[in-house]
């Protein structure tokens, strides 16, 4: 072996053998001159026989000239264990992922992030920048990425998610932030990051209103200054309605004013129905339908929360007991008129002189055979006539009943202190009883409404049922068991049993009087259930059920969808279109000019 040994150069005759320097070598003998290593490897040391390369984690760096070195990687970046010890070295490491980090210097590969989250960025060096993904929400420090709720009720956005955040018309439950409830009415949740509520709204889902607020047609309102005024107004409003149902029960129920009347109340309380259609309705719309819905006396107008704290069962009792409630003010008034006129009786008594009797509808119908009119011409008359009190009492003076001679306290000339016949009696009671049921007519919409609305349920996200009319109470729950009961025997009762005693009137009342010879048969119905019929032409006398069922389809509309509103919505007007058609090809009212 001649030469310079390896690691050095040189001739060892004129030149002494000279070790390598940094970056070169040489692995022979006799080498005059050191070679250099590859860019990507190094000598670790001056007389190095070979080139190395750097290990994993490693990167080759030059200091000066061919002085390199290997560092280790900083954290965020690796570079894996050559599987080859001449493999070449790195020049600089790799970052890591955007989904994984290195927190070490040195690292020979990068962690991933837990599932469903990333950091976002390549060079990670800590666990602690991992965030969710996109439709992913939570806190890595306390538990997984869950996946953000679906059906585009909230967002879960990158690096602004450890909660969902709820769109507008949603609310996040602070307990459970995976839960996201929708609330009704939308307004009552603007949604956000904060996931609060509108101002007058609270509760779960923002379903109650706010000290200071009362529910009107599923939004809060702000209470009145005066608290009680709206109850004192509903209150006056309930008997003044009462005392013109009594009037108009005297009245004939045939001629066109009351007809027009009757025709706009059933325009004003079937568009107050649409307020239950879980539609998107523009501002002036709603406002429009909250002022119609006093034509059904909706007690939410008069804001009895304004005053008196009141839960939904009470409130819902409430309106259905003004049925009740009427038909006990009618009663009484009756009773007290008799038992004033018995009590005038017992006074010193002094005759007076009988009124004359007009002619009766039997008198009308004897000359109707002598000119050839038959009961149907007579009939179509009747709406310039009455057929309330009046009628009764004239056909008992036709029929030969002799004139009875009243009684009255002696110098009274006022009709308070008028002794009452047995005749007077009976009509008033049978004036009672037409003013009753035409007040259930009117107030049929609201009944329906009130006594169907508890089986109106959305189902929530979190697989719970909320009522749709008072969506803080769930469906199912203690509470709805408790009205349960009341709410199915008010469905039997005053929706489907209604809706049969005016069908079995007209079959079985109407019908047979109308046919009937006896003229006094037919005088009592009118004075009882006249407005059934006296506002429609004869082959139409049945068209008062048409109308209520078109409102009870209206309602029924909002039980079987929903959570569908725009085929709920399509339902609403197929009923309205549908009952266009057949009213103007029926035409079933007598005034036609």
Known sequence: KVGCPPGTAGTQISVPCIPCGLGVYTDTYGEATCKLCPDTQYTPSVGSTTCASCSGGQYLAVDDGLARQCKPCPPGHYWPNATDEFAPS??????????????????????????????????????????????????????????????????????????????????????????????????????????????????RACSRCTEGYYPLEDECEKCPDNTMAPMIIGGVALLIVIILFYKVAGKSTGKSSFTSISIAVNYFQTVALFSAYELNWPGAIVTIIKWFSIFNLSLDAASPECA???????????????????????????????????????????????????????????????????????????????????????????????????????AASCAACKVLSRSEIWSMANQMLHAYLMFLSFYYATMASKALELFACKKQTDGTYTLIAYPSMQCYSSAWWEVFPYALVAGFVFVAGLYALFAVILVKVFRPAFLSEEETLYERYLARFGFLTSRYALVWYGWELVVIGRKVALIAATLFFPQLPTLQGLTGMFIVFASVLTHVYARPFRNRR
């Open 90 to 203: 790195a020049v600089e490491c790799t970052a890591c992922a955007i989904d994984a980090y290195a927190t070490e210097e040195g690292s020979t590969g990068c962690s991933k992030c837990p599932a469903n989250s990333k950091i976002g960025t390549s060079g990670g060096d800590s666990a602690d920048k991992c965030k969710c993904n996109d439709g992913f929400w939570g806190n890595l420090a306390d538990g997984p990425c869950n996946e953000c709720p679906q059906g585009g009720i909230a967002t879960c956005e990158f690096l602004n998610n450890e909660v969902p955040v709820p769109n507008a018309g949603y609310w996040r439950d602070p307990e459970n932030a995976g839960l996201v409830l929708e609330c009704t009415p939308k307004s009552a949740c603007p949604g956000g990051a904060a996931s609060a509520c509108a101002t007058g709204y609270t509760g």
């Open 308 to 410: 008196v704290s009141v839960s939904y069962k009470t409130k819902w009792l409430i309106s259905m007991s003004v049925p009740l409630v009427v038909g006990f003010v009618y009663g009484c008034y009756v009773l007290v008129r008799c038992m004033w006129s018995s009590l005038l009786s017992c006074c010193k008594e002094a005759p007076v002189e009988a009124a004359g009797a007009a002619s009766s509808r039997a008198s009308r119908y004897s000359s109707g055979l002598d000119t050839g009119k038959g009961k149907v011409e007579m009939d179509e008359e009747q709406e310039e006539g009455s057929d309330g009190v009046e009628l009764l009492q004239r056909s008992g003076s036709a029929a030969g009943e002799a004139p009875r001679e009243s009684k009255a306290v002696v």
